[in-house]
């Protein structure tokens, strides 16, 4: 049923979930009590959709609060492990790749350095190639899922078996010595080995006994009740499983307390038939599914994550831990969102409408059903800064990405999720230096990293034989404030003083036309400046600034360190994910929707055409 708005209730309940799972993120844990007017919901909405999370494995408890004149309130937060993303900075220096948990934990981290700055180190197909190799990297054995992922302990799930993004983990797989063989099942042999059991708090773990013996079976039309299990010596035979004509009850299932016990199997061909599939709390139960878009089919495991530990999967919601929710990627340039993907427009790196996410999907090497995100690295850098750093709590904020060269993200009210704007190309001295992007007299010829040595250099400054930009930078600086007690080198010295009037200018710019009340300075290298120099920086913004608007802003640098953009990059899958209320992806492409349905929908939303009423 859709309201007069176009919402149906569907939108609505994703919408809470949406509200729940953001205000938890950012400031939990919290009590159901504190949830209600953080989310603007009423209790009962609260209720329902915290019970919902905490099924799917979403949220977790955390201890509780002591009474208060009253009863102990129970804390909730959103549970870290249940979910990965990898961000993908593509600087103008190196490709770096972070692999990061719910927490934004860092779990696992690569780069690849672009040498020799400029020239073939852009070429799209290195950078493609860098950013699927340091994915890989980072994902180790666990992968995206496929026919050879590995269990735990060495047991392998041979060909024919599927499990996208999370796979088995060490706690919570295959014991040692099994494997899933060729169509599903357990081959002769190699079965569920013993003490392994679906269970609250339980696994498929590590331990030895006897395997599914010839002639132990279960026959067909027996079904497994709720508390039931299989019992020791229980299995089903070679070629079978539990197939189409098995059921799993409502309620029933593998439930807490159930287990696969010792000297059970699953015979070779066999595994989960169609439809029956994993539930949320405890195992196997009944209208629940496992992974990316997926059931238990014939013999195979959908896409998305592994066995987890007392933990099912609810409808629509996480297969299992650490299922990959995407990948983010930060570039230098311009994005273009278009109907066939995105296109970026990195003129100062000679992209001209790469479709990078295309060439990455054509290699072959990314599943179909990992979503993959392009967005501009300044709006990276920004969306980290506002959500982990500088910029929580500001309502106006620009944060500046100070690099190779310079750009910006301008967040607002007008602009709540990031805007990035190519500052560094805005015109600071007519007829002045050449910018790599073709044009002259640009504040990024005056004030990036790649400007300020070449300024140096030009000068008769003398960076080490070979050093890449960042080497020459740092010699630059100890050149204008050597350690030693030796005379600074007044060249140096004057290049940087130059730089922060420059810089100074252009943030003035941006604080005259957007009236931040904090301007947060990031990148490498505006990192590696550090404090003395932003002082220089902001006594030459605020003398080129209107008074008021100059009054009411505060200039500091970002907190998050050099890695900001990769953490940032990271956050566009976890923020989509968010919007969907927690729900994955459908795997496969989408339904295509019938144009009568599309044109019926617009108008109900107010977007088409609209009829005339009676009194008209």
């Known amino acids: 049923m859709a309201t007069r708005t176009g919402r149906t209730v569907r939108d609505l309940r994703r919408e809470n979930r949406t509200a729940v799972l953001q205000r938890l993120y950012f400031d939990g844990p919290m009590s159901r009590l504190a949830l209600g007017p953080a989310a603007g919901l009423s209790s009962g909405s609260v209720s329902n959709v915290v019970a919902e999370l905490l099924a799917e494995g979403l949220v977790e408890e955390a201890g509780s609060l002591g009474p208060d004149g009253g009863r102990p309130r129970t804390l909730v937060r959103v549970a870290a492990d249940r979910g990965r993303m990898i961000g993908v900075d593509v600087g103008e220096t190196r490709v770096r790749v972070g692999l990061f948990d719910l927490s934004m934990r860092e779990l696992a981290r690569a780069e690849r350095p672009l040498p020799g700055h400029g020239g073939r180190s852009y070429d799209v197909d290195v950078v493609a190639g860098h950013i699927l190799d340091g994915v890989a990297e980072v994902l180790g054995g666990d992968g995206f899922g496929g026919p050879e992922e590995t269990g735990a302990d060495g047991g392998g799930i041979g060909p024919g078996w599927d499990l996208g993004g999370g796979g088995v983990r060490a706690d919570e797989g295959l014991g040692s010595g099994g494997s899933l063989g060729d169509g599903g099942g357990a081959r002769d042999g190699e079965g569920l080995v013993s003490g392994g059991g679906l269970g609250a708090g339980g696994s498929l773990s590590p331990g030895s006994g006897r395997k599914l013996r010839p002639g132990e079976n279960l026959r067909s039309g027996d079904g497994l009740r709720s508390g039931d299990g299989l019992r020791s010596g229980d299995g089903s035979r070679f070629g079978g499983g539990i197939g189409p004509a098995w059921g799993l009850g409502p309620g029933g299932g593998f439930g807490a307390g159930s287990r696969l016990g010792a000297d059970s199997g699953l015979g070779s061909g066999g595994g989960a038939g169609s439809g ?56 230098p340039g311009i994005v273009e969102h278009t109907p066939d993907g995105p296109l970026v427009h990195g003129q100062t790196v000679g992209w001209d409408a790469v479709p990078l996410e295309r060439l990455l999907r054509a290699s072959g090497r990314l599943p179909a059903h990992v979503p993959l995100f392009v967005d501009n690295g300044a709006k990276t850098l920004g969306q980290a800064e506002m959500w982990f750093g500088g910029g929580r709590g500001a309502r106006d904020a620009v944060v500046v990405l100070f690099g190779s060269g310079v750009g910006a993200c301008v967040v607002g009210a007008e602009a709540e999720p990031g805007r990035a704007v190519e500052w560094g190309h805005l015109t600071v001295r007519v007829r002045g230096r050449r910018c790599r992007c073709g044009a002259r007299g640009c504040l990024e010829a005056y004030a990036g990293a790649e400007a300020l040595v070449a300024r140096w250099r030009e000068e008769g400054g003398r960076p080490p034989s070979g050093a890449g930009e960042e080497a020459a930078l740092t010699a630059l600086l100890a050149a204008a404030h050597p350690s030693d007690g030796s005379a600074p080198d007044p060249v140096a010295v004057r290049v940087l003083e130059e730089t922060a009037e420059y810089l100074g200018a252009g943030l003035a710019d941006l604080i005259n036309l957007f009236q931040p009340e904090r301007i947060l300075v ?94 008209e």
């Not at 089919?297 to 530990?309: I, P, S």
């Not at 956050?571 to 919007?579: G, H, I």
């Not at 927690?582 to 107010?606: D, F, K, Q, S």
């Open 276 to 331: 029956e599939i994993l539930g949320a709390g405890d195992g196997l139960g009944a209208g629940e599914d496992f992974g990316f878009g997926g059931g238990r089919g014939n013999g195979r495991v959908a896409g998305g994550a592994g066995v987890g530990a007392a933990r099912g999967a609810g409808p629509g919601a996480l297969g299992g831990p650490g299922e990959l929710l995407g990948i983010g990627i930060g570039v």
């Open 522 to 615: 990031g990148g490498w290298a505006g990192l590696q400046l550090g404090a003395p120099f932003l002082d220089s920086v902001r006594r030459h913004a605020l003398d080129h600034s209107l008074r008021y608007a100059a009054s009411r802003v505060s200039i500091v640098l970002g907190r998050l360190g050099p890695d900001a953009v990769t953490v940032g990059a990271a956050t566009l899958p976890l923020a989509a994910f968010f919007a969907r209320g927690g729900h994955r992806l459908p795997a496969g492409p989408p339904t295509p929707v019938p144009a009568w349905r599309a044109a019926l929908g617009g108008r109900m939303a107010g977007t088409g055409a609209t009829t005339r009423g009676h009194g």
